[in-house]
């Protein structure tokens, strides 16, 4: 049989290794931001989003961040970001691009800013400083001063909508027309 000095001994040992371990939350803090908790960063993207199997956008940045913001994902391009826009038979509609992208998951909303450049596959070129992308309504559009170049003239304004295709577009306040004549 044990004495109570025995049995008090081997108690100790069994509750020691709990006391003796411990975390402090301001050390995890210090190891771990809670920002490294919350995101991911990768390098060399292409993202693609598709509509019953068929790929309707491809993404492509050369960094890309992904952050939960409460209960939803905010993706970001902060190193620029190249789109292309497929139609029905698979071919590119249109390529965009622009120095900074982000995509808001909640509002299926990608937003793009700095240098941003559209080119559809008929020519025509839209040059703006935003332009926003309402990925559910397949809709394009910006509120800031717009250029857009034809190869047969160019037409500024404020405010740009259009589809997907960039197909379908006009210029909300239209400020002026240019005609290029050879």
């Avoid at 497929?86 to 120095?99: H, K, N």
């Avoid at 394009?140 to 037409?155: G, K």
Wanted: net charge negative.
């Amino acid at each position: 049989m044990m004495s109570n000095v025995q049995m008090t001994g081997i108690l100790m040992l069994m509750v020691l290794p709990w006391w003796s371990c411990s975390n402090d939350v301001s050390e995890i803090n210090r190891i771990v931001s809670d920002e490294a908790l919350q995101g991911e960063i990768m390098r060399d993207v292409e993202v693609l989003y598709s509509d019953s199997a068929v790929v309707r956008v491809r993404m492509k940045g050369p960094v890309l961040t992904r952050m939960m913001d409460g209960q939803h994902m905010v993706e970001e391009f902060p190193e620029g970001v190249q789109m292309w826009f497929f139609g029905p038979a698979g071919r590119i509609d249109s390529e965009l691009r622009a120095d900074h992208g982000k995509r808001d998951e909640r509002e299926n909303r990608v937003i793009l800013k700095g240098n941003v450049i559209w080119e559809s596959r008929e020519g025509d070129k839209m040059e703006t400083e935003e332009l926003i992308w309402l990925q559910k309504d397949e809709l394009i559009y910006s509120t800031q001063f717009v250029t857009i170049t034809r190869p047969d003239e160019v037409i500024y304004g404020y405010g740009f909508e259009t589809d997907q295709a960039f197909k379908k577009w006009k210029i909300r306040s239209p400020e002026g027309r240019i005609r290029l004549t050879e």
